[in-house]
């Protein structure tokens, strides 16, 4: 999986509680971007990052916020976990913008009780 | 408003079957499309790429084309195999600085 690395790989959480799921990346790609995917959807971005310190939104970004203080990390935070993030999170990162191939990491299961 | 539309949404087939996913698209302007098979937990792994001077172009038993005047692609895969069970996503990539535009994706199960 080209160097990424999500964790946890499955998690499970109450309501209200604040989660942050990690990507760790080997490759040294300047891009990051965390998504979300649900049955019946295809892959909504919740946000990315082009560099460290330099984050910007998705089209589902309410409810979640992101870090990146190194370029092989980035964090993504559900400041109070709610029923409807359940969701499998995948991590991407590509070498330059949005039209080099992004690779994926192998997801992070969620499960908000 | 930019969209990638899938079909079939599920496909069925016989080992050594050949079988062809449809992808539509309506993003413009137009960069590249790719296809990418994501097997089950795991995270979607890049098969080919589109770009918009390219109509055919084939990675092993998988062929895409790109008819960029109609906005359509194709995946074929000829002789599946069982390891080709997996789901099928088309993403199309605008001019840079644009979100990639994901498809629902394309279930493709092969039975013996």
């Known amino acids: 999986d080209a160097g990424i690395t999500q964790s946890p790989r499955h998690k499970v959480t109450e309501t209200g509680t604040p989660v942050t799921l990690r990507c760790h990346q080997t490759e040294n790609h300047r891009y990051m971007y965390w998504y979300r995917q649900d049955p019946g959807h295809g892959l909504r971005l919740i946000h990315y990052s082009y560099g460290v310190k330099d984050t910007d939104k998705g089209e589902v970004s309410d409810g979640y916020s992101v870090s990146r203080s190194k370029t092989e990390d980035f964090l993504l935070t559900l400041e109070s976990a709610t029923s409807s993030q359940t969701s499998v999170y995948f991590c991407?990162?590509?070498?330059?913008?949005?039209?080099?191939?992004?690779?994926f990491g192998q997801g992070t299961r969620l499960t908000v009780v | 408003k930019n969209q990638v539309e899938q079909s079939p949404q599920s496909l069925i087939i016989l080992e050594g079957k050949n079988c062809t996913l449809q992808?539509?698209?309506?993003?413009?302007?137009?960069?590249?499309l790719r296809w990418y098979k994501q097997d089950t937990g795991r995270g979607p792994v890049s098969l080919t790429i589109m770009t918009f001077s390219e109509n055919t172009k084939s990675n092993g038993r998988y062929t895409a084309t790109l008819d960029a005047d109609t906005k359509q692609s194709s995946l074929h895969i000829t002789a599946s195999q069982l390891s080709d069970s997996a789901s099928y996503i088309c993403v199309v990539s605008g001019q840079a600085g644009t979100a990639l535009i994901f498809g629902k994706g394309t279930t493709l199960s092969v039975s013996s």
């Open positions: 992808c539509n698209y309506t993003v413009s302007p137009f960069s590249n």
């Open positions: 991407a990162i590509s070498e330059r913008s949005w039209d080099t191939e992004a690779f």
